[in-house]
């Protein structure tokens, strides 16, 4: 099996191998957070329940973020703004339509919102791994091209077959994946120390933004303000900085406690 460059976009027939992506990592979010649910004995189906606010209100953020920053790709076909099968759906604004959706489920179920940021984030971080793989097959969110023929191959560099011809590109959508996944990991060991509600929450965040602002730096499709500022690589310099701060002082101020 040839990997380094996708044999379509289509899963078969027009089942795009993206939509499929996303539904298989929101049914698998879903399920590990309901074992999570049943082990921590929290109420019963919150999980489910939780769906209906966190899905729809994610898609949209996700699908407004990038929107927002491409406009200019809908004014002749506004209704291309509906196809999210072809790609478009940025993972920050998901996060913020998600955290609202979170706040709005708390506050109807009277549960504390920290506490569920915690719970939801290793979920959350991992369905960012697999949903990158969408990129893969839509050949998307690549890198700068490829100048030595010594880093052509997979994964390192992926072949994107829709440029005349051929070229080799970084697979910038694979570091990313990968550091979701070391992202996961790390959260499921710190989640079982004792820690301070939401502080799981923020270490994903963190680090996300900090491996998030140097993929950024040499993608080719980076949604952009001002000509030429990426604006996911800004926004997750200043997360970085600000939730590396406030670590920083909650520490001293603990020692301080001591």
Same mark, same amino acid.
């Given at each position: 099996?040839?990997?380094?460059?996708?044999?379509?976009?289509?899963?078969?027939?027009?089942?795009?191998?993206?939509?499929?992506?996303?539904?298989?990592?929101?049914?698998?979010?879903?399920?590990?957070?309901?074992?999570?649910?049943?082990?921590?004995?929290?109420?019963?189906?919150?999980?489910?329940? @939780?769906?209906?606010? !966190? #899905?729809?209100?994610? &898609?949209?953020? $996700? *699908?407004?973020?990038?929107?927002?920053?491409?406009?200019?790709?809908?004014?002749?076909?506004?209704?291309?703004?509906?196809?999210?099968?072809?790609?478009?759906?940025?993972?920050?604004?998901?996060?913020?339509?998600?955290?609202?959706?979170?706040?709005?489920?708390?506050?109807?179920?009277?549960?504390?919102?920290?506490?569920?940021?915690?719970?939801?984030?290793?979920?959350?971080?991992?369905?960012?791994?697999?949903?990158?793989?969408?990129?893969?097959?839509?050949?998307?969110?690549?890198?700068?091209?490829?100048?030595?023929?010594?880093?052509?191959?997979?994964?390192?560099?992926?072949?994107?077959?829709?440029?005349?011809?051929?070229?080799?590109?970084?697979?910038?959508?694979?570091?990313? @994946?990968?550091?979701? !996944? #070391?992202?996961?990991? &790390?959260?499921? $060991? *710190?989640?079982?120390?004792?820690?301070?509600?939401?502080?799981?929450?923020?270490?994903?965040?963190?680090?996300?933004?900090?491996?998030?602002?140097?993929?950024?730096?040499?993608?080719?499709?980076?949604?952009?303000?001002?000509?030429?500022?990426?604006?996911?690589?800004?926004?997750?310099?200043?997360?970085?900085?600000?939730?590396?701060?406030?670590?920083?002082?909650?520490?001293?101020?603990?020692?301080?406690?001591?």
């Amino acid at each position: 099996m040839n990997l380094a460059t996708p044999s379509g976009r289509y899963l078969f027939g027009t089942l795009p191998w993206y939509s499929v992506l996303i539904v298989g990592t929101i049914a698998l979010s879903l399920f590990l957070l309901a074992r999570e649910e049943k082990r921590l004995s929290l109420p019963k189906d919150m999980v489910i329940d @939780s769906a209906f606010y !966190l #899905i729809p209100l994610g &898609i949209i953020g $996700a *699908r407004l973020y990038y929107v927002v920053f491409e406009w200019r790709q809908f004014i002749q076909n506004p209704l291309d703004v509906f196809k999210i099968w072809e790609g478009g759906l940025a993972i920050y604004g998901a996060l913020i339509g998600g955290f609202i959706g979170l706040l709005l489920f708390s506050k109807k179920r009277k549960l504390p919102f920290l506490m569920l940021l915690d719970f939801y984030s290793p979920a959350v971080v991992l369905s960012q791994a697999i949903g990158r793989w969408g990129n893969y097959f839509n050949q998307e969110a690549y890198g700068y091209a490829v100048t030595n023929p010594n880093h052509c191959f997979f994964p390192l560099a992926v072949l994107i077959t829709t440029h005349s011809p051929p070229t080799w590109h970084y697979a910038t959508f694979f570091y990313e @994946s990968l550091l979701d !996944l #070391i992202i996961f990991f &790390i959260l499921l $060991a *710190r989640r079982r120390a004792p820690h301070r509600d939401g502080n799981i929450f923020l270490l994903y965040i963190m680090l996300y933004a900090l491996g998030r602002a140097v993929i950024e730096g040499i993608r080719t499709d980076s949604l952009v303000i001002f000509g030429t500022v990426r604006v996911s690589q800004i926004l997750s310099i200043l997360l970085a900085i600000s939730i590396f701060t406030y670590f920083m002082v909650q520490k001293r101020r603990g020692k301080n406690h001591a």
